[in-house]
């Protein structure tokens, strides 16, 4: 449980990560965005897009 210090601790540090590998995503799909055309760039920053929003998810459902 998140009363647990080590838990609480360990969904910290998983949160934070997350955080940081949705602004690298976020990131990688403006390269794309911006160096990309055509059918390369929509799968590839979309790709980076869906990831994002999915990551955002999961921290809303289970980071504070």
Known sequence: ???DPVE???WA???RA???HV???RT???AYDRCLD???RAEKA???KTMAVEFEGLIRERCR
């Open 1 to 3: 449980t998140l009363a």
């Open 8 to 10: 609480a601790n360990a």
């Open 13 to 15: 540090d998983r949160c």
């Open 18 to 20: 997350w955080r940081l």
């Open 23 to 25: 602004d690298t995503l």
């Open 28 to 30: 990688v799909a403006g």
């Open 38 to 40: 055509g059918r390369e």
């Open 46 to 48: 979309g790709s980076m």
